[in-house]
């Protein structure tokens, strides 16, 4: 593939945060990779911290009052968040990325009806679980303990 | 959608650069007599008019067929002769050249990238070079509903508005783009091709669809409605089944028969030899 | 190279069973207010006999090696595909690649190793 020589004017990252007017679905693609990358930075830790469990009752309970503190502990509701998230939005991709939900192609007539619009009912229903599930979640981490 | 309060002064912002000239490009700014039904192109034309012969762009039907004209306009690949002014709500027009392609000169980009992805998934009709190719007797057969299968993205106009609305474009090179995979779909679903097994080379690899995770911006910004997120979620489908061996084979499609045993009616004459 | 074309088809499946699994764990963890799922000695899910029991269940034991696996598969690939999107040379890409490998597998090692030991351990309880 020839790489042309004129200006250089690739979006780079700027590209999947923003970088023009973008439509919903632009955004959830990049929430989805932000809560991709955050899971898997508390998954490294969380599978060394729970290695404790194989030397008994003393070292589990030392390395819990480690991450006991009220900082930890919204970080972990940040993670059930993003797992909300990003696990509610995941399935709705699944569907979609195997073309489940984003219709048939059809005679393209004016004004347009794309994939994303035929997405629109579940991806409101995406959002709708989802905060239904950090709401519940928010509730069970900081009000019924 | 009629607009009572008509500005009588519009700004373009037009992003400028001239090779040798410019090290980077500047803004520049250009006022425009707004007149009722005026497109971003018609203003493009009006300055290089009145006020900056040096301004350069793509354009040539004006009518959003030929797919010159795409450009950055206020933050949203569009074709410029497609956009009116009076529908972007705001009297200063940004016009910037289509992000993801290197810049030749002002809002000219350099396509080549996307044309050499286009070519790689060889956009034609692949089938076995035999007599019939050749020496064409007849029409191949194809229903209807075989067509209504491809005809959406078959009319795409090349204008690199998907490519410059893809994130995966704005920062790999390597992936195929909007407009290649649908191409590439486009002529594996088309009953008259047997291509697919000659396009899995390329599109199982890093040219495939896989980088793409249906942000949708490319149907968004598409002003011919191909919908080319729809193609390439569908040509995911196809390639999953072809892992596990589901997918369905159809036969490429052929010539039609000529009808047995019917007589012309009388008074209507025969045709004339072949020149092929 | 059938590679991403495969490695995809597995991302998928793999983000499907982690829904199930870390769906299970995440109600057994965080929702234990509201539903009490598996915490035979009551009180909070991350309370030492609660620990102890699951680790001596051989449903858990398997299942957390199961969601380890995918888990790491899927997070690692997903790592890989946003490395890649970079643009890196592909000499670069084969030492990401390999680096990825290595460190997943040690970190399936690691959790391995402790959910076999704390089950195998009868002493805990």
Known sequence: MLEANGHPNRLGILGWLA????????????????TGLGLLFYFVLHIVLTTSRAFGQAAWEQSMAWVSGPLFVFGEYLVFAAFAFHAVNGLRLVFAELG??????????????????????????TLIVAATLMVVGALDFFVWQ | ??????????????????????????????????????????????????????????????????????????????????TQISELGSTVVTVAPLPNFPIIRDLVPDLRSMFDAHTALSPYIVREQDEEQVR??????????????????SYCIKCACCVAACPT????????????????????????????????????????????????????????????????????????LDLVGLRKQTT???????????ERRPGIPAAPPPTV | MMRDQKLWTWHLAAGVIILLLLGLHMAIMHLDALLGIFIPAGGHSIDWGNVAARSQSLFFGVTYVL????????????????????????????????????????????????AWTSFQNTNLV
């Open chain 2, 252 to 262: 490429p499609a052929t010539p039609v028969e000529k009808p047995e045993g019917i």
């Open chain 1, 19 to 34: 970088g023009g007017r973008w439509g919903p679905d632009r955004y959830l693609y990049t929430l989805h990779r932000v």
């Open chain 3, 67 to 114: 969601l380890l696996g995918t888990a790491l598969f899927h997070g690692f690939y997903g790592l890989r595909n946003i490395l890649f999107e970079l643009n890196p040379a592909p000499p670069l890409q084969r030492s990401l690649s390999w680096v990825l490998i290595v460190v997943g597998l040690g970190l399936f090692v690691l959790g391995t190793w402790a």
């Open chain 2, 136 to 153: 064409p007797t007849a029409e191949y057969y194809q229903s209807a509903k075989e067509m209504e299968r491809y005809l959406q993205f």
């Open chain 1, 100 to 125: 489940f939900g984003i219709g048939k192609p059809i005679e393209p007539v004016y004004p347009y009806q794309t994939a994303l619009d035929i997405q629109r009912p579940w991806m409101v229903l």
């Open chain 2, 1 to 82: 959608m009629s607009d009572t309060r008509i500005p009588d002064k519009i700004i373009f912002r037009i992003r400028r650069y001239a090779p040798g000239r410019d090290g980077n490009p500047t803004w520049g700014e250009y006022p425009v007599a707004y007149e009722s039904g005026m497109t971003v192109l018609d203003g493009l034309w009006q300055i290089k008019e009145r006020v900056d012969p040096t301004l350069a762009w793509r354009a040539s039907c004006r009518m959003g067929i030929c797919g010159s004209c795409g450009m950055f306009i206020n933050g949203r690949p569009q074709l410029g002769c497609n």
């Open chain 2, 169 to 240: 474009c704005a920062t790999d090179p390597r992936y195929s783009g909007p407009m290649a995979l649908t191409q590439a779909h486009r002529y594996n679903t088309d009953t008259r091709d047997d291509g697919f097994e000659n396009r899995l080379e390329t599109l199982s690899g890093e040219a495939g669809p896989w980088r793409c995770h249906f942000a949708g911006e490319c149907s968004r910004v598409c002003p011919k409605g191909v919908d080319p997120g729809k193609a390439i979620q569908l040509m995911k489908r196809e390639m999953v």
